[in-house]
């Protein structure tokens, strides 16, 4: 089993920044992208940032975040961690990251994992 913990949310004004972590453990082969996504209430979850972990890079960012959010990782740690800069209150909703590996077992199934959400809340 993989557990993912999550850090860093909270209460900022509008133009403040918030730097999230999410840290993986448990029994990981190898891990194929990590990112995050984000869920409003009422709305469904939607695609903030990801980057994948072997050989080249490869980074997407969803439209309302280019230029204002940075996503990178560490390996070594298994963690990921997103930088948001210029918050704007339309920002506000639960943050989750997630890990899409292969476990360290026979066959090396692969899995995708996600963590408890962090609550990022933007004032005006």
């Known amino acids: 089993q993989v557990q993912l913990v999550e850090s860093g949310g909270g209460l900022v004004q509008a133009g403040e920044s918030l730097r999230l972590s999410c840290a993986a453990s448990?029994?990981?082969?190898?891990?194929?992208?990590m990112g995050w996504y984000h869920q409003a209430p009422g709305k469904q979850r939607e695609l903030v940032a990801t980057?994948?972990?072997?050989?080249?890079?490869?980074?997407n960012y969803a439209d309302s975040v280019k230029g204002r959010f940075i996503i990178s990782r560490d390996n070594a740690k298994h963690t990921v961690y997103l930088q948001m800069n210029s918050l704007k209150p339309e920002d506000t909703s639960v943050y989750y990251c997630?890990?899409?590996?292969?476990?360290?077992?026979?066959?090396?199934?692969?899995?995708?994992?996600w963590g408890q959400g962090t609550q990022v809340t933007v004032s005006s």
């Open positions: 997630y890990f899409d590996v292969r476990l360290n077992r026979p066959l090396r199934p692969r899995y995708v994992y």
């Open positions: 980057i994948t972990s072997e050989g080249s890079v490869s980074i």
């Open positions: 448990g029994s990981i082969f190898s891990i194929n992208s």
